[in-house]
């Protein structure tokens, strides 16, 4: 099964990109580049990405389309119930593995995407 499908379960991971597109939606709808901007302060990320992944994102039913500005360029997305459906079921896997991670003596330390 696809990182991205509309049947997203514990057992498929959203890949990094995936996941900081979604939690980037998650507090309303944003352009592209607002997405793209906040998703780098997660992993590293560029328009292909971005967009490659939106696209993949719009076909699945997790993001949608709400519309552009007075530039055409400039589109808006905000995520479906699939979507943050999705991002909560990954949150809950992250979180697991992190639990299982520090029941082993792995510590934190500090990454910068």
Known sequence: ?????????????????????????????????AIMQEAREHTPMGP??????LDRLLASG???????????????????DGGVRALALETVRLERASARARAKGVRSIEVRA
């Open 48 to 53: 292909g990405t971005l967009y490659g992944s």
């Open 1 to 33: 099964m696809s990182a991205v499908s509309s049947e997203t379960n514990e057992s498929s991971p959203l890949t990094p990109a995936v996941f900081a597109i979604l939690l980037a939606l998650a507090d309303g709808e944003k352009h592209g580049y």
């Open 62 to 80: 997790m993001v949608e389309e709400t519309g552009v500005d007075g530039d055409a360029r400039r589109r808006f997305y905000k995520l479906t």
